[in-house]
T-cell receptor, first 119, second 111 residues
Framework: GAVVSQHPSRVICKSGTSVKIECRSLDFQATTMFWYRQFPKQSLMLMATSNEGSKATYEQGVEKDKFLINHASLTLSTLTVTSAHPEDSSFYIC???????????????FGPGTRLTVL | AQSVAQPEDQVNVAEGNPLTVKCTYSVSGNPYLFWYVQYPNRGLQFLLKYITGDNLVKGSYGFEAEFNKSQTSFHLKKPSALVSDSALYFCAVRDGYIPTFGRGTSLIVHP
């Protein structure tokens, strides 16, 4: 099956620093990737849709200047949490669909997630 | 607009017994329905999907789900639960490009 990787799996940083999370589709191409945030024992909150070669589409209430998304190629999207604060601590998950399988009927493939802890 | 409801935060079942995790949905068009499972500190894994065709869909790890259009439900089932099935289960619906996820149901299978 299709594999999505995320790096790092876990990161601890000081308040005020920036953290970059990478999401890669390993064996397929993805025009679109999604970034989610998940709080403990809660559902996934869609933060933004990352589009290869164009600007990301952010969900209402998500600060685009704080959560910078870059989708530089068909296999890589990055999420940068800028000037991180303790309230940004969360589990961040990316997902992607196989572009060439067609989007309409496809399930998403999820990365393993990144646990961000801001001290 | 689309929405998904998972009415149970937690489902407890004894190993070997059948299990059901409930999901109801609301969409304006044709529903595309999915079930995912999440193990602790991991991403979501795809279990099964309903697009069209037979109402009973079979998926990974012995799970199946029944699509009921009149009740707008897509309950996840397994005839005999395993302790290793203990995890967080998410139902999702799409009638367009982006899916909506339910809040998740924690399944606990007791030995």
């Amino acid at each position: 099956g299709a594999v999505v990787s995320q790096h790092p799996s876990r990161v601890i940083c000081k308040s005020g620093t920036s953290v970059k999370i990478e999401c890669r589709s390993l064996d397929f191409q993805a025009t679109t990737m999604f970034w989610y945030r998940q709080f403990p024992k809660q559902s996934l909150m869609l933060m933004a849709t990352s589009n290869e070669g164009s600007k990301a589409t952010y969900e209402q209430g998500v600060e685009k200047d704080k959560f910078l998304i870059n989708h530089a190629s068909l296999t890589l999207s990055t999420l940068t949490v800028t000037s991180a604060h303790p309230e940004d601590s969360s589990f961040y998950i990316c997902s992607a669909r196989d572009t060439f399988q067609g989007d309409l009927y496809n399930e998403q493939f999820f990365g393993p997630g990144t646990r961000l802890t801001v001290l | 607009a689309q929405s998904v409801a998972q009415p149970e935060d937690q489902v407890n079942v004894a190993e070997g017994n059948p299990l059901t995790v409930k999901c109801t949905y609301s969409v304006s068009g044709n529903p595309y329905l999915f079930w995912y499972v999440q193990y602790p500190n991991r991403g979501l894994q795809f279990l099964l999907k309903y697009i069209t065709g037979d109402n009973l869909v079979k998926g990974s790890y012995g799970f199946e789900a029944e699509f009921n259009k009149s009740q707008t439900s897509f309950h996840l089932k397994k005839p005999s639960a395993l302790v290793s099935d203990s995890a967080l289960y998410f139902c999702a619906v799409r009638d367009g490009y982006i899916p909506t996820f339910g809040r998740g149901t924690s399944l606990i299978v007791h030995p």
